[in-house]
């Protein structure tokens, strides 16, 4: 069985009670909230709204979208996003894996990737969370060789990849 929800991030326009009393009506019970709009990491106010709003009307955060990217944002931001997660409800969190293409890195730049990114699985299994990394354009999970690559050299629970066909 599955569980069927969406990602806020493909609702944009509307407002997060907009996109929960849309997904009742079409009944879903699970929820990605994305960062940059809906449940922005600095907005305790805001993420504090949306876990109400889903514990009142039975929805679930499935995971939390972040626009973290590994690779090019500090590692010492994630902590924030972590919070931001848990308060609404979730341990899973996505992350960009890099800002270009696997076959654009070159060997050095490969090594100091893979290293932040057992840095960055260190980090969630440190705070009980898990990392998801999707197959995406233009970051190094681009491929699924680079990103079977990748969780091979990572090697953690904590870091993982997102099935998508």
């Given amino acids: 069985m599955y569980n069927t929800g969406l990602v806020s991030i493909s609702f944009r326009s509307l407002t997060p009670e907009q996109i929960i009393d849309y997904m009742l009506e079409a009944g879903l019970r699970y929820v990605e909230w994305g960062s940059d709009v809906h449940a922005k990491k600095d907005d305790i106010e805001s993420l504090n709204k949306i876990a109400a709003l889903q514990q009142e009307k039975g929805i679930i955060c499935s995971s939390y979208g972040t626009y973290f990217h590994l690779g090019q944002d500090p590692l010492s931001e994630l902590p924030d996003y972590i919070a931001a997660a848990k308060i609404l409800g979730t341990n899973i969190l996505r992350l960009w894996c890099g800002n270009k293409k696997s076959t654009d890195y070159t060997e050095e730049e490969k090594k100091t990737f893979f290293e ?10 440190e705070y009980g969370v898990i ?8 970051t190094y999970t ?3 060789e680079s990103a079977f690559e990748l969780m091979q050299a990572v090697d953690s629970k904590h870091f993982r990849m997102y099935w998508q066909p």
């Fill in 142 to 144: 681009n491929t699924k």
């Fill in 116 to 125: 932040e990114c057992r840095a960055a699985a260190r980090i969630a299994e």
């Fill in 131 to 138: 990392f998801c990394m999707e197959c995406h354009n233009n």
